[in-house]
């Protein structure tokens, strides 16, 4: 058993010495053999074998867009971009050639876009007017421009009678399209006190109403002030139009 192992191992050492010798005897054919030779051999393989691996992860990106797994699709992406470095390594900078894979599957269909939900715009005017008889008012028209309108509307002002409370009238609507909408009316039971008697405006409890159903579209919007009766007119110090 012994005699048979030392043959076996003679053997493989002469298998090997003839190599060597050939593997020589090529070498002294062909020139010496060099670290640079081994080298772009060795990166030559390289470099195929990384075109190779990239062309199947291309493929594989494809197929997982149809898949709609977004963390393996990200993964891949990562590995594709780490592959496309090292080849721009082995090619001395210069950005390696991306395979396309032969058949791109179509994309799912998008996800619909996410609706944000809109903010109430307000639009204000602080011109001090005056709403009493035809050649004694005066800034008694506000014009809003709405670029865009919301589902709900609403019309808040400040006002009081002159020098007393005694004043009656309509606020009206004026819409883009021309129509005239009357929203609320104004009399002498909606006042406390009148604008002579006030330090400020903002001691005024603010009319507030819905026209939400008068609000349908952008444009530009007047409100207007008309003085019907009573002993004074009307002072209006501020309107804001939300929408």
């Known amino acids: 058993m012994r005699a048979k192992k030392k043959f076996t191992w003679l053997s493989i050492f002469a298998v090997g010495v003839m190599l060597l010798g050939a593997s020589a005897g090529s070498s002294a054919a062909a020139g010496e053999l060099t670290l640079k030779d081994l080298r772009h051999s060795f990166l030559g393989s390289k470099q195929k074998l990384l075109y190779n691996y990239l062309e199947r992860l291309v493929q594989l990106e494809t197929t997982i867009v ?3 797994n977004p963390q393996e699709a990200a993964e891949v992406k990562i590995e594709i971009g780490r592959v496309e470095k090292e080849l721009k390594k ?3 900078g210069t950005p390696p050639l991306i395979p396309v894979a032969s058949a791109v599957p179509t994309p799912p269909p998008a996800a619909p876009p996410v609706r944000i ?3 109430p715009q307000t639009h204000v005017s602080r011109i001090e007017g005056l709403a009493g008889a035809p050649s004694f008012s005066k800034n008694n028209i506000y014009t809003f421009h709405l670029p865009d309108v ?3 509307s609403t019309l808040k002002f400040w006002a009081t009678g002159r020098r007393s409370i005694d004043t009656v009238g309509y606020v009206w609507l004026i819409s883009p399209d021309g129509r005239r909408e009357r929203i609320t009316k104004w009399k002498e039971q909606y006042f406390d006190e009148p604008a002579t008697e006030l330090s400020s405006y903002e001691k005024i409890e603010p009319f507030i109403e819905d026209i939400s159903e008068l609000i349908t579209m952008p ?5 207007e002030f008309e003085w019907t009766g009573g002993i004074d007119p009307l002072v209006i110090y501020r309107v804001e139009l939300i929408s």
Request: hydrophobic content about 20%; proline content about 0%; charged content about 35%.
């Open 66 to 68: 149809t898949s709609s």
């Open 90 to 92: 082995i090619s001395g």
């Open 117 to 119: 939900k809109r903010k």
């Open 150 to 152: 919301g589902k709900v």
């Open 219 to 223: 444009g530009d919007y007047r409100i």
